[in-house]
């Protein structure tokens, strides 16, 4: 008789109404064990089991059940009965001059998220999406026009690094010796969304991406943006243990409060107290803290002597961002002299401060340009969790 796998971790999605087939893509090992435990696959198998079909999704990128070739013709068609392997679908995919990659990519229900990748000299950065919108409006962000529709599953985020290593041809070929040159090196969730108003769907898809046997790409190599969400920043160096970056953006509360309206709910202060234990807690040599540049609203001398007092204490990089200006924005970007000034006193006193090089700006693919052509009316954070099972 088999024993139930009895984990919290193990609620499985629910499989959609159209096919009735459950999406493998997005589920954790555990969750992956307890489905094949579900279609009857003996017990003392099951870890075998999911190896075996967790290396052919995450390895070789395979999305077919038939072209799991180490499997029994007989139980590859069980497999294709009950399951599926899906990823996002690509709508539309742009090509900036400097190489960055715009993918819009359609998801269950018809919604559409953007994910971008930014090839670097040693490096390639996948920046993904958590939600479809976003709830927080923040002023300078296009994302923040969109309204919030609902959170993005595991799966619909883990099949948007599928669908880029698709896009890059950067799965190896069975036979072949395998290129470790890495095109998708790093993931940060700087996209559409605040991955921690998502919490479960994101920790597990960043389970999956961080698996050893798969995709493999290191905790080290994940950046999670957040604006503020306090509760939860303890919960992800426990449970996720990736590097933090925060959208901080000002320094006192009152230009805060308009930059980025979850600061009525958690104050700098707050928010501060909150970031002291987590390089600690993650065993992360520390945190960024973003700061868009602003002409004439968060750009002063006195702006970089506040941030540098601020977050005296904490292990830390201050990205500067020039403002991405999209239509209609309602900002305009900071003079490079000022800019350069900024940094030099944040420099001065002792903290990195790189200027951000924007990406992609002809194809509105730059930091805080993303924006889906899909918009519905907004809707509460328990009607989106019970759509995705969240």
Not at 214 to 231: A, D, E, K, N
Request: charged residues 25%; aromatic residues 6%.
């Amino acid at each position: 008789m088999m024993t139930p796998i009895t984990q919290d971790v193990l609620t499985l999605p629910r499989k959609p109404e159209e096919g009735g087939k459950l999406n493998l893509v997005g589920l954790t090992r555990m969750q992956m064990q307890q489905a094949l435990q579900d279609i009857g696959v003996p017990e003392r198998q099951l870890k075998m089991r999911v190896g075996q079909v967790w290396q052919w999704i995450y390895h070789w990128g395979v999305q077919d059940f038939e072209a799991m070739t180490n499997l029994a013709k007989g139980f590859r068609s069980e497999l294709g009965a009950h399951f599926a392997i899906a990823r996002p679908q690509i709508v539309t995919r742009q090509l900036s001059e400097d190489g960055t990659r715009k993918y819009l990519l359609r998801i269950a229900g018809g919604h559409e998220v953007e994910a971008v990748y930014i090839p670097e000299e040693n490096r390639g950065t996948l920046c993904i999406s958590s939600q479809v919108g976003c709830t927080l409006t923040c002023s300078f962000c296009h994302t923040g026009t969109q309204k919030l529709v609902r959170n993005l599953t595991a799966a619909e985020i883990v099949g948007q690094v599928l669908v880029a290593r698709d896009d890059l041809d950067e799965w190896p070929e069975p036979g072949k010796p395998r290129d470790e040159t890495r095109l998708v090196s790093n993931v940060v969730l700087m996209g559409m969304g605040e991955p921690l108003y998502n919490f479960n769907n994101v920790r597990d898809a960043m389970k999956v991406v961080m698996d050893g046997e798969g995709l493999s790409i290191s905790r080290r190599r994940i950046t999670l943006s957040t604006s503020g969400v306090v509760p939860e920043i303890a919960r992800t160096a426990s449970e996720i243990g990736c590097l933090l970056a925060v959208s901080f953006h000002a320094t006192t509360d009152d230009v805060r409060d308009q930059l980025v309206p979850i600061n009525k709910r958690w104050n700098i202060k707050t928010l501060l107290d909150a970031l002291r234990d987590y390089p600690r807690l993650s065993n992360s040599e520390r945190i960024t803290f973003e700061y868009v540049m602003l002409k004439d609203v968060n750009d002063s001398d006195a702006d970089a002597r506040r941030l540098v007092k601020l977050i005296a204490g904490i292990p830390a990089k201050i990205n500067l961002i020039p403002f991405n200006e999209w239509p209609g924005a309602p900002y305009q970007r900071s003079d490079w002299a000022r800019i350069e000034a900024f940094a030099d006193i944040v420099h001065k006193a002792g903290y990195a401060s790189p200027i951000r090089t924007p990406r992609g700006e002809d194809i509105m693919a730059a930091c805080g340009q993303l924006k889906s052509a899909t918009e519905r009316g907004r809707q509460s954070r328990a009607d989106i969790a019970r759509q995705v099972g969240a």
